[in-house]
């Protein structure tokens, strides 16, 4: 019988090749055009290998040098960034009445954007629309009809992981083929991904919104219809069938219980604090407004009344949250969308206090500040961080 022995595995020199190319590009995107010399500083590496490095990334086509230092001891240093035209995606915002596209290059900066209105579109033709919407935006940006490497969509409903279909969004006509990937990527002509429109509206206060550095957090979403997207240890939690944080279903207290939820598409939260209840909410403190949002700005100035009617607000949005926090119980709470975005810190304000009032967790309520489309700028950040991977792993 012979001894066993372990031997310490090494990185073959391919591998850590990969791993300093990879820190590299990193700190590029990071903190934009960067010399040698602060390469090899911030990677630790020895000056012959940044310059090796940086060779190998301009040769692949993924860093350009851009200018040099100025105003140093010693002759200037070369600069280098990531080349933007290594990879373009696409990010979409499908709502009920538009679908709004998005286009950037690899650096995250946005080319051009296209907004779509979808009344009178035929459900039928809702694959070929979008891919029009999204042929427009891309022509805006002045690129190649074939230049996107990932797309990502976002919607109000959630991708069944089993069947592929798309759940909780019957509201959504157009969308609800078996094989909606497959009809999407081929008229797409690119990777196409599918994510609920809250989830990506929380992976963007995560990467720079009121969610940055947060591991544990739920976003809570209160526009036409009320969704959260739950965080935990920086993940997104999804579910069994990708509906977690479907809580406009949730029966809460102060709302009737709704039975057959799938088949009304409605449930007690929604009922309480959806924008058909804020409006009938602000007409009974005689607050007329024809939307949800000017309901709320129009009772910003208006004293007594309007006070009473965001206290109520802020109190029905509160009983939903103590729900959701109770099982969570995150260190965070942002809440965004059309609702909470008129209400700006006066409405926060109330629904942090009422929070309190009546949950042992007391997590932190703070407004999004993701600016424009939270789901749209998720959308984005999601299909760079697949097109990075992609792109900065092959060279």
Same mark, same amino acid.
């Given at each position: 019988?012979?001894?066993?022995?372990?031997?310490?595995?090494?990185?073959?020199?391919?591998?850590?090749?990969?791993?300093?190319?990879? $820190?590299?590009?990193?700190?590029? !995107? *990071?903190?934009?055009? %960067?010399?040698?010399?602060? /390469? @090899?500083?911030?990677?630790? +590496?020895?000056?012959?290998?940044?310059?090796?490095?940086?060779?190998?990334?301009?040769?692949?086509?993924?860093?350009?040098?851009?200018?040099?230092?100025?105003?140093?001891?010693?002759?200037?240093?070369?600069?280098?960034?990531?080349?933007?035209?290594?990879?373009?995606?696409?990010?979409?915002?499908?709502?009920?009445?538009?679908?709004?596209?998005?286009?950037?290059?690899?650096?995250?900066?946005?080319?051009?954007?296209?907004?779509?209105?979808?009344?009178?579109?035929?459900?039928?033709?809702?694959?070929?629309?979008?891919?029009?919407?999204?042929?427009? $935006?891309?022509?805006?940006?002045? !690129? *190649?009809?074939?230049? %996107?490497?990932?797309?990502? /969509? @976002?919607?109000?409903?959630? +991708?069944?992981?089993?069947?592929?279909?798309?759940?909780?969004?019957?509201?959504?006509?157009?969308?609800?083929?078996?094989?909606?990937?497959?009809?999407?990527?081929?008229?797409?002509?690119?990777?196409?991904?599918?994510?609920?429109?809250?989830?990506?509206?929380?992976?963007?206060?995560?990467?720079?919104?009121?969610?940055?550095?947060?591991?544990?957090?739920?976003?809570?979403?209160?526009?036409?219809?009320?969704?959260?997207?739950?965080?935990?240890?920086?993940?997104?939690?999804?579910?069994?069938?990708?509906?977690?944080?479907?809580?406009?279903?949730?029966?809460?207290?102060?709302?009737?219980?709704?039975?057959?939820?799938?088949?009304?598409?409605?449930? @007690?939260?929604?009922?309480?604090?959806?924008?058909?209840?804020?409006?009938?909410?602000?007409?009974?403190?005689?607050?007329?407004?024809?939307?949800?949002?000017?309901?709320?700005?129009?009772?910003?100035?208006?004293?007594?009344?309007?006070?009473?009617?965001?206290?109520?607000?802020?109190?029905?949005?509160?009983?939903?949250?103590?729900?959701?926090?109770?099982?969570?119980?995150?260190?965070?709470?942002?809440?965004?969308?059309?609702?909470?975005?008129?209400?700006?810190?006066?409405?926060?304000?109330?629904?942090?206090?009422?929070?309190?009032?009546?949950?042992?967790?007391?997590?932190?309520?703070?407004?999004?500040?993701?600016?424009?489309?939270?789901?749209?700028?998720?959308?984005?950040?999601?299909?760079?961080?697949?097109?990075?991977?992609?792109?900065?792993?092959?060279?």
């Amino acid at each position: 019988m012979t001894e066993n022995t372990r031997t310490p595995l090494a990185g073959t020199p391919s591998l850590l090749r990969a791993i300093n190319d990879r $820190a590299a590009l990193e700190l590029l !995107l *990071a903190n934009g055009p %960067l010399s040698r010399t602060q /390469i @090899g500083t911030l990677t630790g +590496l020895s000056k012959p290998t940044a310059s090796q490095l940086l060779a190998r990334l301009e040769s692949a086509g993924l860093v350009l040098p851009v200018g040099t230092t100025a105003g140093g001891p010693g002759p200037n240093a070369q600069l280098y960034q990531v080349n933007p035209a290594a990879g373009y995606v696409a990010g979409l915002d499908v709502t009920t009445s538009h679908v709004r596209v998005a286009v950037a290059d690899i650096t995250g900066a946005t080319l051009a954007e296209h907004l779509a209105p979808t009344k009178g579109w035929p459900a039928a033709a809702t694959v070929e629309r979008t891919a029009e919407a999204v042929a427009e $935006a891309v022509r805006k940006a002045g !690129l *190649a009809p074939d230049a %996107l490497r990932e797309i990502v /969509i @976002g919607v109000p409903g959630a +991708l069944d992981p089993v069947s592929g279909k798309l759940r909780y969004a019957s509201h959504l006509p157009g969308w609800h083929s078996p094989r909606l990937l497959a009809e999407l990527e081929a008229a797409l002509g690119a990777p196409v991904s599918i994510e609920n429109d809250v989830n990506l509206a929380a992976i963007a206060e995560q990467s720079f919104g009121a969610a940055q550095g947060c591991e544990d957090f739920v976003l809570l979403w209160a526009e036409e219809g009320i969704g959260a997207a739950i965080v935990i240890a920086g993940r997104l939690h999804r579910g069994f069938t990708g509906g977690a944080g479907e809580v406009g279903y949730m029966p809460v207290p102060g709302a009737p219980v709704i039975h057959n939820v799938r088949r009304k598409n409605s449930g @007690g939260f929604q009922e309480l604090a959806g924008a058909d209840a804020v409006l009938a909410l602000a007409r009974e403190h005689g607050l007329a407004a024809p939307t949800a949002e000017e309901a709320i700005a129009l009772a910003l100035t208006t004293p007594d009344e309007g006070d009473r009617f965001l206290e109520t607000l802020a109190e029905r949005l509160a009983v939903g949250l103590a729900v959701i926090v109770s099982v969570v119980d995150p260190e965070l709470v942002v809440i965004s969308g059309g609702i909470p975005t008129a209400g700006g810190d006066r409405l926060r304000g109330l629904v942090q206090e009422a929070l309190a009032g009546i949950s042992i967790p007391r997590p932190e309520v703070r407004s999004s500040t993701v600016p424009g489309s939270p789901v749209l700028h998720g959308a984005l950040q999601r299909a760079l961080a697949t097109a990075r991977e992609a792109a900065f792993s092959t060279h």
